[in-house]
């Protein structure tokens, strides 16, 4: 592939050096640590001097106050950084969202009513018994009308703008990506054919009846699943695809998402329930934080160092390969976990059901409103998506004010800390007058909360908090000499960035032109 070379910068304190070292890019690995805090790679670091976060920000620009640009589900928090874009042009808020336009998957023939939930998550894989295929089983996905036909929508189909990944392939560059559902199809791009050698092995098994394996059930089998993906990444950096056949040599851009260190922030109990068949002394104890200055259990810490174990093993396949020099090495995060302090964690039950329990909930018309789009098994009536997050679509939109009132009436009871709806969506979205997509109320609780019941997690994310959203990212290069710029950024600027490494106009990404999005500061010599 001929792409043309640019040349990396180097920012030291406010000014860039005169003196910047060129480095020729061919290759961008981009990798998404789920879950991780800025705070966690500041401190991994300052315990792991020799680890691989020491050495990729020993040559790169860490960036330690990067947040993701709205909420902080994987889907729009990974779209980010493939798209240069939000929930403004990407169209996702959520892996199980809601869609105005769309219908059930079993209504064939889009009768009726329009408007359903938009499920994105491990129940759209094609199961064998109790184990998922790897692929998606289009009878189980969301239904439009498109020329005048009833079909379903792949999750690359409801993705509103391009990707990193089709922009490239249409240079000339090979492209590929790991991660942790075949949903994750997503990455495509509206094209489908974004991605050439898309891998994406299930963590967690959901098959319509009986019980599969939920990895994330154990800090130790999801370090086993990230293995699979680390495997892969490792084959295409040799030149491979991601089982070891024949390839046309390393892609242009690639990478791959960790689940182990969000799942060690997580779990209450690693493999409370013995379901993971990988037995280990971790078996049983706690996940999560120590403390609030981050300091890790030893279930995350496990989690942590096995990652960077595995960036290690990135790091001497590029070496060996001879391609070190030629890649620029992108460590970031789809969203972080909140809370960090675990004195914090408060999990007083799903939204709609303390919505429910006030006194007043069965004469008032905005909590009614509010309860029966979260009892709402299908189709027209609205949808609640709840973590340490609410996000609200009503069956009557005309109820909105109605049901935003009620919920700021009864703010200190439903630990909500804002209720955003009208003007202040607009402000930030695309009106949900007009975007078949866009919450009508977007819930942020007090810090901390997470509507569940569920005792086996002890961290959420999905809000916009800031552990929610402040993530860690650091950019590296041999040819970059090691810096921290604490100038606020945004992870949407990842994706403009890696494309005028490799020598092309951002401007080809739909959401860098919507949205304005600019490339990474303190990384190019000035123009």
Same mark, same amino acid.
């Given at each position: 592939?001929?792409?043309?070379?640019?040349?990396?910068?180097?920012?030291?304190?406010?000014?860039?050096?005169?003196?910047?070292?060129?480095?020729?890019?061919?290759?961008?690995?981009?990798?998404?640590?789920?879950?991780?805090?800025?705070?966690?790679?500041?401190?991994?670091?300052?315990?792991?001097?020799?680890?691989?976060?020491?050495?990729?920000?020993?040559?790169?620009?860490?960036?330690?106050?990067?947040?993701?640009?709205?909420?902080?589900?994987?889907?729009?928090?990974?779209?980010?950084?493939?798209?240069?874009?939000?929930?403004?042009?990407?169209?996702?808020?959520?892996?199980?969202?809601?869609?105005?336009?769309?219908?059930?998957?079993?209504?064939?023939?889009?009768?009726?009513?329009?408007?359903?939930?938009?499920?994105?998550?491990?129940?759209?894989?094609?199961?064998?018994?109790?184990?998922?295929?790897?692929?998606?089983?289009?009878?189980?996905?969301?239904?439009?009308?498109?020329?005048?036909?009833?079909?379903?929508?792949?999750?690359?189909?409801?993705?509103?703008?391009?990707?990193?990944?089709?922009?490239?392939?249409?240079?000339?560059?090979?492209?590929?990506?790991?991660?942790?559902?075949?949903?994750?199809?997503?990455?495509?791009?509206?094209?489908?054919?974004?991605?050439?050698?898309?891998?994406?092995?299930?963590?967690?098994?959901?098959?319509?009846?009986?019980?599969?394996?939920?990895?994330?059930?154990?800090?130790?089998?999801?370090?086993?699943?990230?293995?699979?993906?680390?495997?892969?990444?490792?084959?295409?950096?040799?030149?491979?695809?991601?089982?070891?056949?024949?390839?046309?040599?390393?892609?242009?851009?690639?990478?791959?998402?960790?689940?182990?260190?969000?799942?060690?922030?997580?779990?209450?109990?690693?493999?409370?329930?013995?379901?993971?068949?990988?037995?280990?002394?971790?078996?049983?104890?706690?996940?999560?934080?120590?403390?609030?200055?981050?300091?890790?259990?030893?279930?995350?810490?496990?989690?942590?160092?096995?990652?960077?174990?595995?960036?290690?093993?990135?790091?001497?396949?590029?070496?060996?390969?001879?391609?070190?020099?030629?890649?620029?090495?992108?460590?970031?995060?789809?969203?972080?976990?909140?809370?960090?302090?675990?004195?914090?964690?408060?999990?007083?039950?799903?939204?709609?059901?303390?919505?429910?329990?006030?006194?007043?909930?069965?004469?008032?018309?905005?909590?009614?409103?509010?309860?029966?789009?979260?009892?709402?098994?299908?189709?027209?009536?609205?949808?609640?998506?709840?973590?340490?997050?609410?996000?609200?679509?009503?069956?009557?939109?005309?109820?909105?004010?109605?049901?935003?009132?009620?919920?700021?009436?009864?703010?200190? /009871?439903?630990? !909500?800390?804002?209720? *955003?709806?009208? =003007?202040?969506? @607009? #402000?930030?979205?695309?009106?949900?007058? +007009?975007?078949?997509?866009?919450?009508?109320?977007?819930?942020?609780?007090?810090?901390?909360?997470?509507?569940?019941?569920?005792?086996?997690?002890?961290?959420?994310?999905?809000?916009?908090?800031?552990?929610?959203?402040?993530?860690?990212?650091?950019?590296?290069?041999?040819?970059?000499?090691?810096?921290?710029?604490?100038?606020?950024?945004?992870?949407?600027?990842? /994706?403009?960035? !890696?494309?005028?490494? *490799?020598?092309? =106009?951002?401007? @080809? #990404?739909?959401?860098?032109?919507?949205? +304005?999005?600019?490339?990474?500061?303190?990384?190019?010599?000035?123009?």
């Amino acid at each position: 592939m001929m792409l043309k070379k640019i040349a990396l910068g180097m920012l030291a304190g406010v000014a860039l050096n005169a003196t910047a070292m060129a480095a020729d890019i061919d290759h961008v690995l981009l990798i998404s640590v789920d879950g991780l805090h800025a705070l966690d790679v500041a401190n991994f670091i300052e315990a792991n001097p020799n680890s691989a976060l020491a050495e990729l920000a020993g040559h790169g620009v860490t960036f330690s106050n990067a947040r993701i640009p709205f909420n902080s589900d994987s889907f729009p928090g990974l779209l980010a950084e493939v798209t240069g874009g939000s929930p403004i042009t990407t169209g996702l808020f959520y892996d199980v969202s809601y869609d105005r336009t769309f219908f059930d998957p079993t209504n064939t023939n889009c009768k009726g009513a329009p408007g359903n939930f938009m499920i994105f998550d491990e129940t759209i894989d094609l199961y064998k018994g109790v184990v998922s295929q790897n692929v998606i089983d289009p009878t189980r996905l969301p239904r439009r009308i498109l020329n005048g036909q009833c079909v379903p929508v792949f999750p690359h189909q409801a993705l509103k703008t391009n990707t990193i990944f089709e922009v490239v392939k249409s240079k000339g560059g090979r492209t590929a990506w790991a991660d942790k559902h075949p949903a994750y199809d997503l990455v495509n791009g509206p094209s489908g054919k974004g991605v050439d050698d898309l891998f994406t092995p299930e963590i967690t098994n959901a098959p319509p009846s009986g019980t599969g394996l939920d990895n994330t059930v154990s800090i130790d089998c999801t370090v086993a699943n990230d293995a699979l993906k680390v495997a892969a990444v490792i084959n295409e950096i040799n030149g491979l695809t991601h089982d070891g056949k024949p390839a046309g040599g390393t892609p242009a851009v690639f990478g791959m998402n960790f689940q182990a260190v969000s799942v060690g922030q997580k779990l209450t109990k690693s493999n409370s329930d013995g379901s993971c068949p990988i037995v280990t002394a971790r078996d049983g104890q706690p996940g999560g934080y120590l403390d609030g200055r981050g300091t890790p259990s030893a279930v995350l810490a496990f989690g942590l160092l096995q990652t960077d174990q595995a960036l290690g093993a990135m790091i001497k396949a590029l070496r060996s390969r001879g391609i070190f020099n030629s890649t620029l090495f992108i460590v970031s995060a789809k969203h972080g976990q909140s809370p960090i302090n675990p004195a914090k964690v408060n999990k007083p039950g799903h939204f709609v059901d303390l919505v429910a329990s006030l006194p007043d909930a069965g004469t008032d018309p905005g909590a009614q409103a509010i309860i029966s789009a979260g009892n709402c098994p299908t189709g027209s009536c609205g949808f609640v998506q709840d973590d340490d997050v609410a996000l609200i679509w009503l069956g009557d939109q005309g109820k909105t004010q109605a049901a935003v009132d009620y919920l700021n009436k009864n703010a200190k /009871a439903l630990f !909500i800390e804002d209720a *955003l709806a009208g =003007d202040e969506i @607009e #402000l930030k979205l695309n009106s949900p007058k +007009h975007d078949s997509r866009t919450p009508d109320i977007f819930v942020q609780p007090v810090y901390g909360t997470i509507y569940t019941t569920s005792s086996k997690k002890n961290a959420e994310h999905g809000g916009m908090s800031f552990a929610d959203v402040n993530v860690g990212l650091i950019v590296s290069n041999p040819s970059l000499q090691a810096t921290t710029i604490k100038t606020p950024v945004l992870t949407s600027q990842v /994706a403009p960035t !890696i494309l005028r490494t *490799l020598g092309i =106009d951002p401007d @080809e #990404l739909n959401s860098v032109r919507v949205e +304005h999005t600019t490339v990474l500061p303190g990384l190019f010599d000035r123009d």
